[in-house]
């Protein structure tokens, strides 16, 4: 198993030992490109733009497929999260079939990739099957079939779908696909390197400052680069596309199935939050993949209750043999539904990011590697307008702009202004947190099953907000703009780049009971 960004285990990232690299760091400190990030972004990023001619250096401050990579239920869709009917009104006609159009080749590459590198990763052609049940729903379903036709998907209305699940109506949609993310990942990081290509594991960025060149500095020395890609998700730091990526947590589970019914191709329902299925043979064993149950991170107080909602969903459907696996991952959902692609704002020279994929982040992970190869090898695209990290779009996601952003202002105000009486020291339970106030200091507290306490600041070291705890992953997360933390206060998650804070207890809490 490799480590992850949380307390419980992937499917995917159960099924692989560490990926270890071909080559030791050489003496090498200068690049043409360095890409931060060790997921399927950076490393297909890195992977096109090495074959081009570009010496590329890829920093992964973990290991690869740590974060959202290996916790993904990797649908490889161009049915997107949102909707071509939203895509259309917040932007064009023609956006919608750019959009379509960039993650079909998205697809594409994904496909070439595997057949030329001979690749097991379980890939498989598929359908998908968009269903309503309830009667407005069937109003909806109209629209995104009429705007996601317009915008050149093939799709049709059918009398049946793969799940035992009541309908009213439903779409079937082609040209779908799915895969094992994790192994798909390590087949290209082996060509990136067989190309040339080096890969820094547990290497964490420190600074990176952008001069004529990019100086980046590490906890293993300091590199040099013509560009740097922040493909980590969400940009380290301080920056405006903080207040346009609103974090989400999504939950899976893994299931065997007593009748072994596994049903084939990709379905989603149609309520808000929506549950997905789809099936995925990992070593010999089939096993059925459900997610749903979204919510903002750091806004649910009870994160354990989403795994047993979606549990119930998937019991009352299917005859469950085995929960094997269940884990949650994050996503940044963009204000105006498309992601960011291109020139970090506020360095519109030689430093490039690819954010805000919301929940289709295995296709547009290709679109952003795609994209970034053209602009770095200055060619033409016009996704480069669409996807420009520094647009401004005054309607399209005005509204969820607004919400989140004061939903952070207040969180970042009740840091201050808590209306709690918060008990001097908090009765904790083995494998239990708080946050308690001991004289006029606040504790994130954690006490492990054999009883050692651990004491953090909770204030987030991305702007200060006050971190909640997430029971189900046991990580301190930030409500404001999805950092995350380990229970003992170490950085899992951007767009912090700084640990808590440790607490020394024995002092605070000295005669107190």
């Given at each position: 198993m490799i480590n992850r960004d949380g307390f419980n285990k992937s499917l995917w990232q159960d099924s692989v030992p560490e990926y270890i690299p071909s080559k030791v760091k050489s003496g090498i400190n200068k690049y043409d490109v360095i890409i931060v990030g060790g997921g399927i972004t950076g490393i297909s990023?890195?992977?096109?733009?090495?074959?081009?001619?570009?010496?590329?250096?890829?920093?992964?401050?973990?290991?690869?497929?740590?974060?959202?990579?290996?916790?993904?239920?990797?649908?490889l869709n161009t049915l997107l999260d949102t909707s071509y009917t939203i895509i259309k009104s917040n932007f064009n006609k023609e956006a919608a079939r750019q959009v379509a159009d960039a993650t079909a080749e998205a697809i594409q590459l994904i496909r070439q990739n595997i057949s030329r590198f001979q690749l097991e990763c379980g890939f498989a052609e598929t359908e998908a099957f968009l269903f309503a049940q309830e009667e407005k729903q069937q109003e909806e379903l109209e629209e995104i079939r009429a705007a996601s036709e317009e915008a050149g998907l093939r799709l049709k209305y059918v009398q049946e779908i793969p799940l035992p699940i009541p309908f009213l109506k439903a779409l079937k949609i082609y040209g779908q696909a799915k895969f094992n993310p994790v192994e798909y990942v390590y087949g290209i990081a082996a060509a990136f390197e067989k190309a040339g290509g080096v890969i820094l594991q547990h290497c964490r960025v420190i600074t990176a400052d952008e001069t004529e060149t990019v100086n980046v500095e590490t906890n293993n020395g300091t590199f040099t680069a013509d560009q740097l890609i922040y493909a980590t998700h969400i940009p380290p730091g301080v920056n405006v596309l903080h207040l346009r990526c609103i974090p989400y947590r999504s939950y899976a589970m893994a299931v065997t199935l007593e009748d072994e019914a596994y049903p084939l191709g990709l379905s989603y329902d149609m309520y808000d939050p929506y549950f997905y299925y789809r099936t995925q043979e990992v070593n010999g064993q089939p096993y059925l993949i459900a997610g749903g149950k979204d919510h903002k991170t750091g806004h649910e107080e009870n994160a354990e209750q989403c795994f047993l909602q979606l549990e119930a969903q998937v019991r009352k459907y299917f005859k469950v043999r085995e929960i094997a696996y269940r884990w949650s991952s994050q996503y940044f959902e963009p204000a105006d539904g498309l992601p960011y692609i291109g020139h970090l704002p506020g360095h519109p020279g030689n430093i490039y990011v690819a954010t805000g994929f919301g929940g289709n982040g295995m296709v547009y992970s290709s679109v952003a590697a795609l994209l970034l190869k053209r602009m770095i090898l200055a060619l033409p695209s016009p996704l480069e307008e669409l996807f420009d990290p520094n647009r401004i779009k005054p309607i399209a996601g005005f509204g969820n702009f607004i919400s989140h952003n004061s939903d952070v202002i207040k969180q970042f105000f009740s840091k201050f202004f808590t209306g709690e009486k918060l008990s001097v020291l908090a009765d904790l339970a083995p494998g239990e947190a708080s946050i308690v106030k001991v004289e006029d200091h606040k504790i994130a507290l954690y006490k492990e099953p054999n009883g050692c306490l651990h004491a953090i600041d909770p204030v987030c070291t991305h702007l200060k907000c006050e971190v909640k705890w997430n029971s189900a992953e046991r990580s301190w997360d930030c409500p404001c703009h999805g950092a995350r933390y380990s229970y003992d206060g170490k950085v899992l998650t951007g767009p912090a780049d700084k640990d808590l804070e440790i607490i020394e207890l024995p002092e605070l809490i000295k005669g107190k009971s």
């Open positions: 990023t890195a992977l096109l733009l090495q074959e081009a001619g570009k010496q590329c250096l890829v920093l992964e401050s973990n290991n690869l497929c740590f974060g959202t990579t290996g916790g993904t239920t990797a649908h």
